[in-house]
């Protein structure tokens, strides 16, 4: 059973009109469709993080997926889909690689990582 930590936000009028329009097309409730709204936010806002570190050089595609809390793989085909650069000669080779082999057992692919 996980822990819940209670929160509350303070929605402006317009805010809170059209969650409750978004909620009645939804057929939710209210308080089920704020809950879903910042479930993708939160989402939408650890994978941006993580693009941005990894786009930026600061984290291996295995840190940046961690940090986005997605699969390695989901993770490396959200960059080939918005066309980033993967293993360019600005990124962490030798880490990029080491992500690769771990995440493909491949000790050859290691052992060059370690190498460089």
């Not at 059209?18 to 939160?42: D, F, H, I, N």
């Not at 986005?68 to 490396?76: I, M, N």
């Amino acid at each position: 059973m996980s822990a819940t930590t209670p929160m509350s936000v303070r929605l402006t009028r317009e805010e809170s009109t059209l969650m409750q329009t978004l909620a009645r097309r939804e057929a939710v409730s209210p308080a089920a469709m704020l809950k879903w709204v910042v479930r993708e936010g939160l989402r939408t806002k650890l994978l941006e993080s993580a693009l941005a570190a990894y786009s930026e050089g600061r984290v291996s595609i295995g840190e940046a997926a961690e940090m986005a809390h997605l699969p390695y793989l989901t993770f490396f085909d959200e960059l080939r889909r918005r066309r980033l650069t993967v293993l360019d000669e600005s990124a962490n080779l030798p880490g990029e690689l080491a992500d690769l082999a771990a995440q493909f057992s491949a000790e050859r692919l290691g052992q060059v990582a370690r190498e460089l």
